[in-house]
Each structure stands twice: as structure tokens, then as C-alpha cells.
């Protein structure tokens, strides 16, 4: 027999834009600790999962990565061994799948370069 326990929980929906949306996917590479969301708003948000379990993390905003879709995430999952997340987006009406590589989120989002 295999049993299930759950240790802490937090409501990744609450207190931000997303918690009205009509549509709440949630996809999980826990391997490298992140959380991909997608809903009726045409953007993956990804968020890391040290954020969110960290002291007070379920209470406040984490921060987030944003990524513009072309339109609303229909489905998404990563594969089993976390290296690849998948969306299914619609473009010019047709059904669309976008792969990404999950080590791609773990760079920073943008860097200021000085000269």
C-alpha cells in the first residue's frame, strides 16, 4: 500500500489576477521546483516552488515569470521527467502545441547590461 501525505498547502490562485479567471491549469516540474499556471488570460505564469514555501510565501505575491501566449492556455502538462512542459494554444483558430524546455524558466528574466 502506498499513502499520500500532505505536509503544507497553499492557494497559488489567491489574492492575484487569476483568481477570477474561468479556466485554472496548474502543471508541476517538481525536479527542478517549479509551478507552470495557465488560465483564460493569454499568458503561462511560472512561479518557484522555494518562493512559495517560504515563511509566509502562501500568504503574499511570490514573484512570477510571465510568458505571452498567442491565446488562453487550453491544456498543458509537463512530462515525467520534468524536462519538457507543453501548452496547447490555439493560433489563427487551430489547435496549437508549444513545447518548452523547463531548465529555460530557471534563467533570470531579463539582465542589465552596463557599458
Known amino acids: 500500500n ?13 489574492g492575484n489576477s487569476l483568481q477570477n479567471a474561468k479556466v485554472n491549469l496548474v502543471a508541476s516540474a517538481s525536479s527542478v521546483g517549479l509551478v507552470f499556471i495557465g488560465s483564460n488570460i493569454p499568458e503561462l505564469v511560472v512561479v518557484c516552488m522555494k ?6 510565501g502562501a500568504e503574499r505575491n511570490v514573484p512570477t515569470r510571465k510568458v505571452p501566449m498567442p491565446s488562453p492556455i487550453n491544456q498543458m502538462a509537463v512530462n ?15 489547435p496549437h502545441i508549444q513545447l518548452y524546455s ?7 528574466v531579463s539582465r542589465q547590461l552596463t557599458t
Request: proline share 5%; net charge negative; charged share 15%.
Open 80 to 94: 515525467c521527467d520534468g524536462s519538457l512542459l507543453a501548452v496547447d494554444v490555439s493560433i489563427n483558430g487551430s
Open 2 to 14: 502506498i499513502s499520500f501525505r500532505l505536509t503544507s498547502k497553499c492557494s497559488i490562485f489567491k
Open 102 to 108: 523547463v531548465a529555460s524558466f530557471l534563467t533570470p
Open 51 to 56: 518562493d512559495l514555501e517560504s515563511p509566509g
